[in-house]
């Protein structure tokens, strides 16, 4: 099955220090079982600007060109942000069969068809 919320949407973050921020989702992390499927409860998103850390870096050799104390984003799980609709406002994505079987993805508050970004 799909995710909901992929790469490019804008999320607002529903849960935990950064509640009620918006960003731009960068990557989307799916971890795997010992198995090897992929586990639907074991699924993150790194969003712009959100849930920044600092984390202190040293220097090995050649392969680290960025050292000392660095900012960056950590990732939050996938349940903790909700899309942006098209209204401003967080809502819910669904999907929707067409006539011809092409599946597009809708928001749930309105109906209207959500633009296709990122992968």
Excluded: C
């Excluded at 490019?8 to 509640?19: C, L, Q, S």
């Excluded at 998103?45 to 660095?70: A, L």
């Amino acid at each position: 099955m799909g995710l909901k919320i992929t790469k490019g949407d804008t999320v607002e973050v529903i849960a935990g220090n950064d509640k009620g921020q918006r960003g731009t989702v960068q990557r989307v992390i799916r971890r795997k079982t010992k198995s090897g499927d992929y586990d639907p409860n074991r699924v993150y998103v790194i969003v712009s600007g959100i849930n920044m850390v600092i984390k202190h870096q040293r220097p090995t050799g050649r392969v680290r060109t960025q050292t000392g104390r660095i900012e960056k984003e950590m990732p939050l799980h996938i349940s903790n942000v909700m899309l942006v609709g098209s209204d401003n406002k967080p809502t819910r994505a669904g999907y929707e069969l067409a006539s011809d079987g092409s599946k597009t993805r809708i928001e749930r508050r309105t109906g209207n068809p959500l633009p296709k970004v990122g992968a």
